[in-house]
């Protein structure tokens, strides 16, 4: 649901709910030897393996999330390297969420670790005192090691900049129209979510030094600057306006992983990869009752270049092994066409599998020579006993391989994934 508005916002009552480390806390919740000693969490624990979570404690040692293993190890060497847990992580989110609903139903989670509370119709509660309970009841009934920082403001974007900020001052702190100037005044525009580097250097070129000109700037100014409506966005977010409490719903999806040096040394594990892809693409289209009529594969390679590839569909799809089928017959193709190598080979770094263009499962015309209604049921039903009892309870032949199940990944972005029913467990 769009909540997004041109009105000025007068009161601070939008609560932006930020966990700490959170893929390290939540280790370090399970697992007490781990408390109090420099864990980082990464997707794989090889030597290459790349760094997704830090806890307070490695990031006090100077490290930065995103590094490679080795190379957080040299700057800590005790570190304590740990395999991440995705469904850990979704149940600690789910349970968060079920504590912030009970305080207010417009709950809008944002990411895995972060969640936005519009108390602007509930004028009667006082949101410094929501925000309390709420970060005493997720220690006392989530887990006594998950801290959170929250930020007040009067729109979602403020909010979410005070979260930042308010790490320094216990985790909470309240931006108003009366103090937003002394909290804006000492910052660089870097310090501003959404603002990098390129972005920096086309405001500073065109006059706009910092986060308080940038304020003060008129949206047409910015708009130039930004090449485009963003830029008036970004006077709305500095001005008490909202712009960012939005539930999108789907246009399309997409599943990606890197792939290490280590990795992809091994053309088993890449196949393995592609294959967990279109897996992870074929549960989220089965979710949400969708078929897609588009497809998408790109692979980026060890020196440089790259191959995308996209296609439309005269049947919509919805299975795994479709789409893989799908992908490898236009890449062999491609391959008889020009007399090249593989298009899947050892030098892949990176690969993406997208699905667009969907329409309702429910509206479909089914062939009248193939059973496409019971096969539907059964993604349903495998699915459902997956999500209820493990992914390894039920498997497919095409998931093994070696007698393992391949496994589950996770990442800091979308939620939507994650349905009510998940909330009320």
Known sequence: MNQNSVAVKKDSRVLFVDMNSFFARCEQQVNYWLRGRPVGVCVYTGKYGCVISLSTEAKERGLKAGMRLNDAMLVCPDLVPVESNPARYRGYHTKIINVLKEHCMDVVPKSIDEAIINLTHHENTDPLTIAKKIKREILERVGDWLTCSVGIAPNA?????????????????????????????????????????????????????????????????????????????????????????????????????????????????????????????????????????????????????????????????????????????????????MNCGPIFNNDITQMRVSVTNFVNADNMLYSLFEDMDQKETAFKTMHAIKDKFGSDKLIRAVEMTDGQVIKDVIGFGSVKDLSELDYKA
């Open 157 to 337: 974007f403020l909010a979410k900049l005070a979260s930042v900020r308010g790490k320094k001052q216990d985790g909470l702190l309240m931006i108003t129209h009366d103090n937003i100037d002394d909290i804006l005044r000492p910052l660089r525009l870097g310090d501003l979510p959404g603002i990098g580097g390129n972005m920096s250097y086309r405001l500073e070129r065109a006059g706009v030094m910092t986060p308080l000109d940038m304020r003060y700037a008129g949206p047409q100014k910015l708009k130039a600057i930004f090449k485009g409506i963003e830029g008036v966005f970004w006077h709305y977010r500095l001005n008490f306006i909202e712009t960012n409490i939005v539930s999108h719903e789907y246009r399309g999806m997409q599943a990606m992983r890197q792939i290490s040096a280590e990795k992809r040394k091994s053309m088993e594990y890449i196949d393995q990869l592609f294959m967990t892809l279109c897996l992870t693409l074929e549960k989220r289209m089965v979710k949400h009752k969708f078929r897609c009529k588009a497809v998408g594969f790109t692979a980026r390679y060890e020196d440089g270049t790259r191959w995308d590839d996209a296609f439309a569909l005269t049947t919509p799809i919805q299975d795994a092994i479709s789409l893989m089928r799908g992908i490898r017959l236009r890449t062999e193709k491609f391959m008889d066409m």
